[in-house]
């Protein structure tokens, strides 16, 4: 089965509910999709939703690093054998695009086979619950729209967090005394936390119930995190301190801070690395979340695919398609009170949705 055919296109996006983090507001998302066709009939599907601060890339360099594989090296190959993966982590240079090729060879690979990529991996998890995020915000329309949630399902909650210290606290406190124990909350704050903020938070962790705060500081603040407690070092995740499996071997071997990692496909290059980086975090006794960027069902799909055959998986936060005002794509996954499972369909189960 060789690849015989390679669409690549853009798609400007905009969100039903534009947010705020740490590092500022979002109210659109730009993608770049792939179609790789085989000479058997058979076609799989990719996505690039880069965010340079992350990845180090625009969509329009990644939209230019899919082209080029599109018109010179991919055509040909057999899509069923390493050196096509191989191929597309080596020659693309943005970890989005990898991520976008890497995803339309594995859903090929899977499709071929008749079989949900997730059983192809080999499957150790059942359905699992996401978080859905609220981003930064008054009170007031914090508690508004954790209420929403709730009334959809949800009960994993991630609050956007790091501007304001102050205001932090108290939306956190402020959940978790209206809704008690029937939320799991967590804490994000995108690198905007100083010294003195962190300690107040982590003083705060036993009270507020936090499960999760997710990268606190900007890498390089490893050492201060490394003097909180034991018990705030162990909800501690990585995001922004570790793309991939080499950077978690060298901070482990400086001394690793985070009881967590967050794996994103747009992040470390697609499927097969963060099945390497999750092999790494089972080595070194870390747990896994699953994240994303704002994405189509396409990412969203292959995030929970890879994340039920790997058992170092304990978290998801797989939202990044929920508010998106149209998708280029359906299917993927199923969500019935905020649990993601997977759908009966070969490969990524999704299919483009008219235009």
Not at 69 to 96: I, M, N, Y
Not at 250 to 256: E, I, M, N, V
């Amino acid at each position: 089965m060789r690849v015989a055919a390679v669409d690549v296109w853009a798609e400007d996006v905009p969100l039903s509910r534009p947010y705020t983090i740490a590092r500022g507001s979002t109210d659109a998302v730009e993608m770049a999709f792939v179609a790789m066709r085989t000479d058997t009939g058979t076609t799989g599907h990719g996505m690039a939703s880069p965010a340079t601060e992350v990845t180090g890339e625009t969509r329009d360099e990644s939209l230019a690093e899919l082209r080029a594989a599109a018109g010179s090296w991919l055509v040909g190959l057999d899509a069923t054998g390493p050196a096509a993966l191989e191929l597309a982590q080596q020659r693309c240079r943005g970890p989005a695009a990898r991520a976008a090729l890497d995803m339309a060879l594995l859903d090929l690979r899977a499709r071929s086979a008749g079989m949900a990529l997730s059983d192809w991996f080999g499957r150790v998890h059942g359905p699992m619950p996401t978080s859905v995020t609220i981003g930064c915000k008054p009170v007031a329309e914090t508690l508004a729209e954790a209420s929403e949630y709730l009334g959809r399902g949800f009960r994993v909650l991630k609050v956007k967090v790091g501007i304001d210290p102050d205001l932090d606290l108290e939306r956190l406190a402020r959940l978790r005394e209206v809704h008690g124990a029937g939320i799991v909350l967590r804490a994000d704050a995108n690198q905007g936390y100083d010294e003195r903020a962190m300690r107040r938070l982590a003083d705060a962790v036993p009270r507020l119930g936090l499960e999760m705060v997710e990268q606190p500081m900007a890498p390089g603040n490893e050492p201060f995190l490394r003097s909180l407690p034991q018990a705030v070092q162990r909800i501690l995740c990585a995001d922004e301190s570790v793309h991939d499996a080499h950077d978690l071997d060298r901070l482990a071997a400086l001394g690793c801070p985070y009881g967590i990692v967050n794996i994103k496909l747009q992040k470390c290059g697609g499927p097969t690395p963060g099945i390497e980086l999750a092999r790494a975090c089972e080595r070194h006794g870390l747990a896994v979340m699953w994240g994303c960027n704002d994405e189509s069902v396409v990412g969203i799909a292959a995030a929970l695919h890879t994340a039920l055959a790997c058992r170092a998986t304990r978290y998801l936060d797989l939202d990044g398609s929920l508010d998106l005002a149209r998708d280029p794509f359906a299917g993927g996954f199923a969500l019935h009170d905020g649990i993601l499972s997977t759908l009966p369909r070969p490969g990524l189960g999704v299919v483009p949705t008219p235009p």
